[in-house]
């Protein structure tokens, strides 16, 4: 008979971590992880027949967890306020199949630049349901921009000059940097006085003023301000900050806001333990904000409120397959395994933590510490440090978990390594989304001088 344990309930937005039979403890949010005779699977579909169907390292994207997420933080806010909308960041996870799962629900688009502009293009989305927030543009991306039809959101005022020698758009904005900012590790903190982006009030001024003598219709104002937050009193305090700004804006040069964008940055959990985004809590925070600054700034219209998520829909939707490649013991215990920083590169960027499971033993006593590390020749290519684990062979699998944002997105060909493959699981099937690079992927596209002529 085969046993079957839920490793996670059903999303829950608070509550004290538990431990199945096998010892795994619960984080409260892999609901479509399961526990079958020991071997993980996803959305039912084992992770042996995923790794021995599609090879590892190999990402894994449950379709219905991102419609669930989608779907939980599009609703919370538009339950409280109708004049709303949520666009998908891109950059965050690119693969088509799950742009167009997110297109298909009613997200738009947060682009980075033209690629993810062609990509997102590529799956349907309307042009005016994407919004350009570039940095430190080359005039071609600022044409290419334009003439894709997107709304830009510029990074700077004198990028409105460059960009109006190519024609005047009907909608633009500018990203505000509101002063303060917030992140889960330094490198994700986008506002405040270090901060790369965005503009000071008094820059944004000149800017807006410039626009709207350009003739430009439609004005937004956005911000970026930091990344995987998980405290809801920041929430109420940035958009305060934003909106207040958004506000002397409309009032000095008498013009109404088409949209006020307060980014992304929406946290999920990476430790056992950590309480998930009261997402409801957070929705109510913000529009009361929102609402309260509206309306004590009579002329400032009925811009609609904009975020653009883009960890929350997909992070905890992902985990990264790899399999045991050699076990070693000297001063330290590590697990070796086919997936490296170059698969996955938070940690190595951010000291990002992951949390990681033995999938082929997850009913084994966890009775080692060991480091987790991959085939890159670095010694920050780490996964995972001092870890709880069974006693493992080559051939094992591991599960990392929260894998789906900033995974395949930041991965690399760094050692020569192919890139990964994705499979996007749907209603109990295994779908490949992306193929695995070979070896001969790495000698395309290079021709050597010599050998030519
Ligand atoms: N919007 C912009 C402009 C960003 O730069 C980012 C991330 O860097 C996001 C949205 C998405 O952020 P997150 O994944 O934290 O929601």
Same mark, same amino acid.
């Given at each position: 008979?085969?046993?079957?344990?839920?490793?996670?309930?059903?999303?829950?937005?608070?509550?004290?971590?538990?431990?199945?039979?096998?010892?795994?403890?619960?984080?409260?949010?892999?609901?479509?992880?399961?526990?079958?005779?020991?071997?993980?699977?996803?959305?039912?579909?084992?992770?042996?027949?995923?790794?021995?169907?599609?090879?590892?390292?190999?990402?894994?994207?449950?379709?219905?967890?991102?419609?669930?997420?989608?779907?939980?933080?599009?609703?919370?806010?538009?339950?409280?306020?109708?004049?709303?909308?949520?666009?998908?960041?891109?950059?965050?996870?690119?693969?088509?199949?799950?742009?167009?799962?997110?297109?298909?629900?009613?997200?738009?688009?947060?682009?980075?630049?033209?690629?993810?502009?062609?990509?997102?293009?590529?799956?349907?989305?309307?042009?005016?349901?994407?919004?350009?927030?570039?940095?430190?543009?080359?005039?071609?991306?600022?044409?290419?921009?334009?003439?894709?039809?997107?709304?830009?959101?510029?990074?700077?005022?004198?990028?409105?000059?460059?960009?109006?020698?190519?024609?005047?758009?009907?909608?633009?904005?500018?990203?505000?940097?509101?002063?303060?900012?917030?992140?889960?590790?330094?490198?994700?903190?986008?506002?405040?006085?270090?901060?790369?982006?965005?503009?000071?009030?008094?820059?944004?001024?000149?800017?807006?003023?410039?626009?709207?003598?350009?003739?430009?219709?439609?004005?937004?104002?956005?911000?970026?301000?930091?990344?995987?937050?998980?405290?809801?009193?920041?929430?109420?305090?940035?958009?305060?900050?934003?909106?207040?700004?958004?506000?002397?804006?409309?009032?000095?040069?008498?013009?109404?806001?088409?949209?006020?964008?307060?980014?992304?940055?929406?946290?999920?959990?990476?430790?056992?333990?950590?309480?998930?985004?009261?997402?409801?809590?957070?929705?109510?925070?913000?529009?009361?904000?929102?609402?309260?600054?509206?309306?004590?700034?009579?002329?400032?219209?009925?811009?609609?409120?904009?975020?653009?998520?883009? &960890?929350?829909? #997909?992070? %905890?939707?992902?985990?990264? $397959?790899?399999?045991?490649?050699?076990?070693?013991?000297? *001063?330290? !215990? +590590?697990?070796?395994?086919?997936?490296?920083?170059?698969?996955?590169?938070?940690?190595?960027?951010?000291?990002?933590?992951?949390?990681?499971?033995?999938?082929?033993?997850?009913?084994?006593?966890?009775?080692?510490?060991?480091?987790?590390?991959?085939?890159?020749?670095?010694?920050?290519?780490?996964?995972?440090?001092?870890?709880?684990?069974? &006693?493992?062979? #080559?051939? %094992?699998?591991?599960?990392? $978990?929260?894998?789906?944002?900033?995974?395949?997105?930041? *991965?690399? !060909? +760094?050692?020569?390594?192919?890139?990964?493959?994705?499979?996007?699981?749907?209603?109990?099937?295994?779908?490949?989304?992306?193929?695995?690079?070979?070896?001969?992927?790495?000698?395309?596209?290079?021709?050597?001088?010599?050998?030519?002529?």
């Amino acid at each position: 008979m085969v046993r079957t344990t839920r490793l996670y309930p059903r999303p829950k937005l608070t509550g004290t971590p538990r431990k199945t039979d096998g010892g795994i403890p619960l984080a409260g949010i892999y609901d479509y992880l399961e526990d079958k005779d020991g071997i993980l699977t996803v959305d039912g579909v084992s992770s042996v027949e995923l790794a021995s169907r599609f090879g590892t390292p190999l990402y894994v994207y449950s379709a219905r967890r991102i419609r669930d997420n989608y779907r939980r933080i599009h609703d919370a806010f538009a339950a409280r306020r109708e004049n709303f909308r949520a666009n998908y960041a891109v950059k965050a996870n690119n693969n088509l199949s799950v742009l167009d799962l997110l297109r298909q629900e009613g997200a738009g688009a947060d682009c980075a630049g033209p690629g993810e502009i062609r990509m997102a293009r590529s799956v349907g989305f309307p042009p005016d349901r994407i919004l350009y927030s570039g940095n430190y543009n080359s005039d071609e991306e600022l044409r290419y921009g334009l003439e894709s039809g997107a709304v830009i959101n510029l990074d700077d005022g004198p990028l409105l000059e460059r960009l109006l020698k190519f024609g005047t758009p009907e909608a633009l904005c500018f990203r505000i940097n509101p002063g303060f900012g917030k992140g889960a590790y330094p490198g994700v903190v986008t506002a405040g006085p270090d901060a790369k982006f965005g503009m000071r009030e008094r820059e944004a001024l000149k800017a807006y003023r410039r626009a709207k003598e350009a003739g430009i219709e439609r004005l937004g104002v956005h911000m970026m301000a930091g990344s995987n937050v998980l405290e809801t009193p920041y929430w109420a305090a940035i958009t305060d900050r934003l909106t207040g700004i958004a506000a002397r804006i409309a009032k000095a040069l008498r013009i109404e806001l088409d949209f006020i964008d307060l980014g992304g940055g929406f946290g999920v959990p990476s430790k056992i333990g950590e309480t998930p985004l009261p997402i409801q809590d957070v929705a109510k925070k913000v529009v009361d904000a929102y609402e309260r600054r509206l309306a004590s700034t009579p002329g400032i219209g009925d811009p609609t409120l904009m975020i653009e998520p883009g &960890r929350y829909l #997909v992070s %905890d939707a992902g985990i990264l $397959l790899a399999s045991v490649t050699h076990v070693k013991t000297s *001063a330290k !215990r +590590f697990v070796g395994c086919d997936a490296g920083m170059n698969t996955l590169l938070r940690p190595a960027l951010y000291g990002a933590y992951h949390e990681i499971l033995p999938a082929t033993k997850l009913r084994a006593r966890r009775s080692v510490r060991a480091n987790v590390t991959g085939p890159i020749c670095e010694n920050t290519d780490m996964l995972g440090k001092d870890r709880r684990l069974p &006693r493992l062979e #080559v051939g %094992d699998l591991l599960a990392v $978990l929260n894998a789906g944002a900033y995974g395949y997105a930041m *991965a690399s !060909r +760094f050692n020569s390594r192919p890139m990964p493959a994705e499979v996007l699981v749907v209603d109990g099937e295994a779908h490949l989304v992306r193929e695995r690079e070979t070896l001969d992927d790495l000698v395309r596209g290079e021709p050597v001088p010599s050998a030519v002529a």
